[in-house]
């Protein structure tokens, strides 16, 4: 990022305005995960089906103001998630479901930053297209599946108990701790569901993958 974006956001934490800022970009965020997962899921129906979706999700996001946008707000996700975690290590007090959220949220920025510079620089320096065969091949092939098995699934239900540590604070009080806590562990079991089927299906648990050779670059 360049010294003038830096500024800005310093700017944004001096002001305390980090923290408004941290929740809508989370929700820009929130949205392109949500599809992103959504086309991983959508490759239990076949390679095709995955890429036919991914091209049309493309057509959104691939727009160069839409992308700057999108990494822009998951650079300072990552960045205001790790000031917000080492602000409230310093409460005297933290209850259980704080810690919940606030390591769950350092494990997500520290995701984000190697995920985006892993997709966006492999994409530029080996000119891959970052589609179905670039995730499933590091699942697939050792000694990379030994690193990315649990990667992908830490990243991916580091997700889910993030929101739903989130959720769980902000709806308790319009519906009580306990259905609160019932939300928590939903959303929590839904992620762990998505991490557990998006897996299979790039390991080829549903049908057999023949990564490309042009993949096999490293």
Do not use: C
């Not at 297209?129 to 590091?138: E, L, M, P």
């Amino acid at each position: 990022m360049s010294n003038g974006a830096w500024q800005l956001i310093n700017i944004f934490a001096k002001k305390k305005m980090y923290k408004k800022a941290h929740w809508f970009t989370g929700i820009a965020v929130s949205v392109f995960i949500a599809f992103h997962l959504f086309n991983h899921l959508m490759g239990w129906y076949g390679i095709e089906t995955h890429q036919k979706i991914l091209e049309a999700f493309r057509t959104v996001y691939r727009n160069i103001f839409v992308e700057i946008v999108l990494v822009a707000s998951f650079l300072f996700q990552a960045y205001s998630g790790i000031r917000l975690f080492l602000q409230k290590r310093k409460k005297k007090t933290v209850s259980t479901f704080e810690k919940i959220q606030m390591y769950s949220g350092l494990l997500l920025g520290l995701y984000v930053i190697q995920h985006i510079a892993a997709s966006i620089g492999q994409r530029l320096y080996f000119k891959f297209d970052t589609n179905f065969y670039f995730a499933s091949r590091v699942v697939l092939q050792s000694p990379w599946k030994f690193f990315f098995i649990p990667y992908y699934f830490i990243g991916v239900t580091a997700v889910g108990i993030h929101i739903a540590a989130t959720h769980k604070a902000k709806i308790t009080p319009a519906i009580g701790p306990k259905k609160a806590l019932l939300h928590f562990y939903l959303i929590t079991g839904m992620s762990v569901i998505i991490a557990s089927v998006i897996l299979y299906i790039l390991m080829g648990g549903r049908y057999e993958i023949i990564i490309p050779e042009r993949y096999n670059v490293y």
